[in-house]
């Protein structure tokens, strides 16, 4: 198997020095997750320094650790395999930096107020279906996980997906100049994280930093259909953008998605891709998904890999743990209760996508439809207001019963008729007991909030009801993404 860093590479890489010859598979910051082979990288964090661990790492089988030279100077045991550097977080960059520098993969910079995490593993997906991939685990996508992620990318490989993460101005400028997209794409700009700014413009150009880093002749593909497009366009071509290219429902955007219908557990999607007639089943239920399988086709056109065998991959998407995940549990005496784990995270936008799916699915005989939602955090001082709105939409999803957490929620169960207020809590673990005695046979449930609301614990006490003769097994699956 071809080493992703030597010894000498590494060194070369960060201008550092090793102490011994090693060849590492795997590169890791915390000493938690190293597995044998791995290079692990000791930050000083603002609340952890790594360096601490350097011990735990190697004694887990890391090949080597790269530390800080006042750090090695001090230390006693002259055989550590260690390279040492000035700074290690300066140090992570430039090898990440380097893997950059040492191939020719066509990488594209995903980003967005809702749907990037989805988005990014539907693209990095299809394009593993065609060619070497390598691609941003989870969502490390911050300052620490964009540099490890782009660190443990294989020089010989074809394509690469990242995700890019912000909450505040100016994070993604570095970000994006680190990477160098090839394809920088915007999923949408929306209400989220409004307590870090004033306005949804500022979020917009926030988001629009993903374009500092393109290369000479990229490309930024856009929502047509999200009001700030032009802005964004705008943008894009100013930093640079050789080509700015949409998608969406309207009918001048250069990938659209032209009609879409719940098909099983998973969607049926039509769609003109460069002109052409496309249509293609996507593994998860809801107009949400069918639009990541427009951005994933128009991404996999514009990065140079087959559209129709790109198509043909979507089937086998499936949504995360916490991003609509479905779980089918087993009743005695009546049909299963379906639950959508939706715990992840949660914004307006996502929200509506998470009740429009749940309106569109039929219960069980005798079921409902049930919410089951936390409070959207960092939506500064227009919160409550934008929690209260999503009474319309559950009315008119024909959602029978709501309970919900959180002193925002609050605002919304009280904006409710009263025949849909099932119960309010003050933090999530007070709905277990209501929700617990209200479900049964046939009812489907949508558990939804921010991470923060803590909303996870209630789809395990859900999925615990199972009959003892039955089980909790998961289904095909949808996710509005990240909040």
Do not use: C
């Amino acid at each position: 198997m071809t080493a992703l860093w030597t010894a000498k590479e590494a060194a070369g890489a960060v201008r550092g020095r090793s102490t011994q010859d090693w060849s590492a598979s795997g590169v890791s910051i915390d000493s938690r997750s190293v597995v044998p082979g791995d290079l692990f990288v000791a930050i000083r964090g603002p609340n952890v320094n790594g360096h601490r661990f350097v011990g735990e790492a190697l004694s887990k089988g890391a090949v080597a650790a790269m530390v800080e030279s006042d750090w090695a100077g001090a230390q006693s045991e002259p055989d550590l395999s260690l390279l040492i550097v000035e700074d290690t977080m300066a140090g992570l960059n430039a090898l990440a930096r380097a893997a950059r520098d040492r191939g020719s993969a066509r990488i594209a910079a995903v980003t967005g107020s809702v749907g990037k995490t989805s988005t990014k593993d539907a693209l990095a997906h299809a394009l593993a279906a065609q060619g070497r991939t390598a691609a941003t685990l989870g969502n490390l996508n911050n300052q620490w996980g964009l540099p490890l992620s782009l660190a443990r990318m294989p020089a010989r490989s074809d394509f690469g997906v990242f995700e890019l993460g912000m909450n505040h101005p100016g994070e993604l400028t570095p970000l994006s100049r680190l990477l160098r997209p090839d394809l920088a794409i915007i999923t949408a700009v929306e209400s989220v994280h409004l307590e870090f700014f004033d306005s949804e413009e500022a979020i917009a150009d926030a988001k629009a930093e993903i374009f500092a880093g393109l290369v000479a002749d990229g490309a930024a593909l856009l929502n047509a259909d999200n009001r700030h497009f032009d802005r964004l366009r705008r943008a894009a071509l100013e930093a640079g953008a050789g080509r700015v290219l949409s998608f969406g429902e309207t009918p001048d955007a250069d990938y659209r998605l032209l009609a879409w219908s719940i098909s099983g557990g998973g969607s049926r999607v039509e769609a003109a891709i460069d002109g052409q007639q496309v249509a293609f089943d996507i593994g998860a239920p809801g107009r949400h998904w069918a639009m990541i399988g427009v951005i994933v086709l128009g991404a996999a056109a514009l990065l140079g890999a087959d559209v129709a065998r790109a198509a043909d991959s979507l089937a086998a998407v499936r949504a995360p743990k916490g991003r609509g995940l479905h779980h089918r549990v087993a009743l005695a005496g009546g049909a299963p209760l379906i639950v959508i784990d939706e715990s992840y995270n949660a914004s307006p936008a996502s929200m509506r996508a998470a009740i429009s799916v749940l309106g569109a699915m039929e219960p069980g005989p005798g079921g409902r439809r049930i919410a089951v939602l936390g409070d959207m955090l960092e939506l500064g001082e227009d919160s409550g207001a934008l929690h209260a709105a999503l009474a319309a939409d559950l009315e008119a999803q024909g959602v029978d019963l709501v309970f919900a957490a959180g002193p925002d929620m609050a605002r919304l169960f009280e904006a409710l008729p009263a025949s849909m207020r099932g119960a309010h809590a003050a933090q999530s673990e007070g709905l277990t007991d209501p929700l617990m005695a209200a479900v049964g046979p046939g009812d489907i449930v949508t558990v939804k909030g921010s991470l923060g609301s803590r909303m996870a614990p209630l789809v395990d006490a859900l999925r615990a009801l199972a009959d003892e003769d039955g089980n909790g097994g998961e289904m095909r699956s949808a996710a509005s993404g990240r909040g």
